[in-house]
């Protein structure tokens, strides 16, 4: 079983920024590294996708993100990151870790076997 926990979450000022941390001990062997990615959930509102970096390091983000956030992995600490500027209200959310067990991403939320419990960021206007 990996166990995965989310941490950085913060309150922040709108064109603030936040870094996001996702810790997982054992999900990545040497000889594997498997997509990891991130969503995030508004009150009332479905769990979306944020962004995800395969095991080759491709990243892809979701529109609404593109340009403000940054995702990144460290494999030598099995540590995942989104690095958030430019914060707008509408960002306000709980933030979730995801991790597949395949090297490419898809988008979808049934597609991740591995989640963390999130870590809620709010930004105020």
């Known amino acids: 079983q990996v166990h995965v926990v989310e941490s950085g979450g913060d309150s922040v000022q709108a064109g603030g920024s936040v870094r996001l941390s996702c810790a997982a001990p054992?999900?990545?062997?040497?000889?594997?590294?498997?997509?990891m990615a991130w969503f995030r959930q508004a009150p009332g509102n479905r769990r979306e996708w944020v962004a995800t970096?395969?095991?080759?390091?491709?990243?892809d983000y979701a529109d609404s993100v593109k340009g403000r956030f940054t995702i990144s992995r460290d494999d030598a600490k099995i540590t995942l990151y989104l690095e958030m500027s430019g914060l707008k209200p509408e960002d306000t959310a709980m933030y979730y870790c995801?991790?597949?067990?395949?090297?490419?991403?898809?988008?979808?939320?049934?597609?991740?076997?591995?989640w963390g419990q999130g870590t809620q960021v709010t930004v105020s206007s």
């Open positions: 995801a991790l597949a067990r395949l090297r490419w991403c898809e988008p979808h939320l049934n597609f991740y076997t591995y």
């Open positions: 054992g999900y990545i062997t040497s000889e594997s590294r498997f997509c």
């Open positions: 970096i395969t095991g080759d390091g491709f990243r």
